[in-house]
């Protein structure tokens, strides 16, 4: 059981994250932040191992992964 | 201290420096200062604290320069009219991030390569900039390896003191000839701000905010402010930091203004002209930034004219008659390449004049 | 629950200015975690470059300075002088180490300055719009060179690790990048190795890190990374260049 925490204002929806969880279970937002980015969000909380390989590619620490 | 001994110009402001707490050198060769670097080789590895270091370049040593300042360091940089022309994008940084260092030039004929003999012709590049931007360095002018000695241990104060750069400007005369000096042995200074700005490791709560030793300044309303600042620290040395001497002025009917080299030959014109009967007088600016436009305004109610007197096509003059302002003429005189002007030159300048009745 | 990833406290709170996709933001992350991890925060003092990464000295939460181009290795090396128990590092892209500071950083690394060098290679020049760099490659296309890069005008790129290890002052040099997890987990290893190599007083040390500059290679992130594989580490082997013991 492993949890997400992401900072939705800071994410710039650049997607490297969605691109490398093993099980894709990252997608960009319909919404947009304040910024005008669709920031990324976990479409299965429940299926995340914890991995953070997310955590590791993003390029504005933007996610926290606790488990 | 307290003995004299015959020291050349370039040994005698390295060691001067070193007295007044300098334990950082970084510099490259070039001529006429080449002893300045090679004094400081042999002198600061024995001193405690002492570095000293052969950058690969002018560009590089100002640099060097300005990563120890920002340390916090007492340090020093000294080069030649083309290595001082590499260096004006670091000082221009050293002076927005404002930090404290003492920069050496030993002027020397140009432009270009020019030549290795004495000159001032860096009289614009020193005070107007020389780097981009809006800023001010105080400029001291010795005329003997004494001065030279004395200006350069106070520089180290000032340049603490208003947290940017101090020019001590030499000439090839200046850093090789050997005269007498006595090394003043230099009073350390408690009213001087701690460099509680300077980088040195931080993390928080350690008692101050993190260090960013910086010149960038993005936003228009921000470098405005900033500059600002820079350049209320340059109104206080305008009040409290002009320097000059004057001789024979109260009476005289023709002035000559000279700095460094040019006002030893002058005054001993001047001396030979008191000896004909002309009333000639002699004002020396010691800082040539802030220029000691006061005296030369004063003595202008008197005189007849002023001859300004520089080795280069005429640079200090344009501040001369600034300071007239109109009131009587100022000629000039000058020799350039690395020619020194003769006693005998001046002197005939000067009759010149007073035959004219100019 | 327990914390598996968090962003370190080396980097500040302010949002990084970056592109989306930037690898800057993975490079800056890997630093600041080196140092966290090596526990030498107090100690740090960085020198932040001119290109993108000109604001380095708003990120990075220790002691920073700001270098003019090119002349960060001359800035570290007064700086490091001073105080040599300070760790101190610049953080450099390829215009400012390999066009402009060719000098600087090619005497730090013979003189064997005991500092840690970040290289950041992106085979263009960010900040400005994109224009050619020395580490351009043979045929890319960048504003000023519209042609593609033509070896026979304006030369060949510069491995500067390759060139770097064959001096006799430098204690280690590698060559990473940061296209997928695992080439990010080997780039945080050698950047900590790299720290630790100055710590230890071993001498100079570089790490040159391969990266994608999406916005002016005309390119998504996702194309970017892959480009930089297929094209980039071919021109540029990974690998550690040298390493002294």
New interface residues.
């Given amino acids: 059981m492993a949890k997400l925490t992401i900072d939705r204002e800071t994410c710039k929806g650049c997607g490297l994250c969605a691109d490398v969880c093993p099980k894709h279970l990252l997608a960009l937002s319909k919404e947009i932040n304040t910024k005008g980015y669709h920031p990324i969000g976990i479409t299965d909380q429940e299926s995340c191992i914890g991995c953070a390989f997310c955590a590791r590619m993003c390029p504005d620490a933007v996610i926290k992964v606790e488990k | 201290m307290g003995e004299k001994m015959l020291m050349k110009g370039n040994e005698a402001i390295a060691e001067a420096a070193i007295q007044a707490g300098c334990r950082?050198f970084?510099g490259y060769p070039i001529t006429p200062q080449n002893q300045i670097p090679e004094y400081m080789s042999k002198r600061l590895p024995k001193v405690e604290g002492g570095?000293f270091?052969q950058?690969?370049?002018e560009?590089?040593?100002i640099?060097?320069?300005?990563?120890?300042?920002?340390?916090?360091?007492r340090?020093m940089t000294s080069s030649s009219s083309p290595g001082i022309s590499l260096k004006q994008?670091?000082i221009s940084?050293i002076v927005g991030?404002e930090l404290p260092c003492v920069i050496v030039n030993m002027v020397r004929g140009g432009p270009g390569l020019g030549s290795i003999q004495p000159a001032q012709s860096d009289y614009y590049q020193s005070t107007r900039g020389g780097g981009h931007g809006d800023y001010r360095m105080l400029v001291l002018a010795p005329s003997s390896v004494q001065e030279a000695v004395e200006l350069t241990q106070e520089a180290f104060d000032l340049a603490d003191k208003y947290r940017n750069p101090v020019l001590v400007m030499g000439d090839g005369l200046i850093g090789q000839m050997m005269e007498p000096v006595e090394m003043p042995e230099h009073k350390e200074r408690t009213d001087l701000p701690p460099k509680t700005w300077a980088?040195?490791?931080?993390?928080?709560g350690?008692g101050r905010d993190?260090?960013?030793?910086?010149?960038?300044y993005i936003d228009p309303a921000v470098l405005e402010k900033h500059v600002n600042h820079l350049y209320e620290k340059y109104a206080v040395m305008e009040q409290t930091e002009c320097r000059w001497q004057e001789e024979m002025t109260e009476d005289a009917d023709f002035v000559i203004v000279a700095y460094g080299t040019t006002a030893r030959i002058a005054r001993s014109a001047m001396r030979k002209l008191r000896a004909e009967g002309i009333k000639a007088g002699l004002i020396r600016p010691i800082t040539l930034w802030p220029f000691p436009a006061a005296p030369i305004a004063k003595a202008a109610e008197h005189a007849k004219a002023f001859l300004t007197v520089e080795m280069s096509m005429g640079q200090m003059v344009d501040d001369v008659k600034l300071a007239v302002n109109g009131a009587k003429p100022v000629h000039f005189f000058g020799r350039t390449g690395g020619i020194v002007p003769t006693v005998r030159e001046i002197i005939t300048e000067v009759e010149k004049l007073a035959k004219e009745g100019k | 629950m327990a914390v598996v990833y968090e962003k370190t406290k080396l980097l500040t709170d302010k949002p990084l200015h970056y592109c989306p996709g930037c690898t800057h933001g993975i490079i800056h992350r890997l630093v600041a975690e080196a140092i966290d991890e090596l526990g030498v925060q107090e100690k740090t003092i960085g020198i932040a470059p001119v290109g993108c990464a000109v604001f380095a000295y708003d990120y990075f939460n220790c002691d920073m300075m700001e270098a003019a181009h090119g002349r960060a290795p001359a800035v570290a090396t007064g700086c490091k002088r001073v105080n040599p128990d300070n760790v101190v590092f610049t953080y450099q892209g390829d215009g400012d180490l390999a066009s402009i500071g060719a000098a600087e950083i090619t005497h730090a690394a013979t003189r064997g300055e005991n500092i840690t060098v970040i290289f950041v290679n992106n085979a263009i020049y960010g900040m400005t719009g994109g224009q050619m760099a020395p580490t351009t490659l043979p045929g890319q296309v960048t504003t000023t060179s519209p042609y593609g890069r033509d070896p026979k005008l304006c030369g060949y790129p510069i491995r500067i690790s390759e060139m770097l290890a064959t001096l006799d002052g430098p204690a280690y040099i590698s060559r990473v990048s940061v296209h997928d997890v695992k080439h990010i987990m080997d780039a945080k290893k050698s950047i900590k190795k790299a720290f630790e190599t100055q710590i230890a007083g071993k001498g100079f040390s570089l790490v040159e890190v391969l990266s994608a500059c999406p916005t002016n290679w005309g390119m998504t992130p996702q194309e970017a990374l892959k480009w930089l594989e297929a094209n980039m580490i071919p021109q540029y082997p990974l690998g550690v260049k040298k390493e002294v013991e």
């Fill in positions: 950082f970084f570095c270091l950058a690969e370049s560009v590089a040593a640099n060097m320069v300005y990563g120890a300042a920002g340390a916090g360091a340090v994008e670091g940084y991030a980088a040195t490791g931080w993390k928080p350690c993190r260090a960013v030793i910086n010149s960038l």
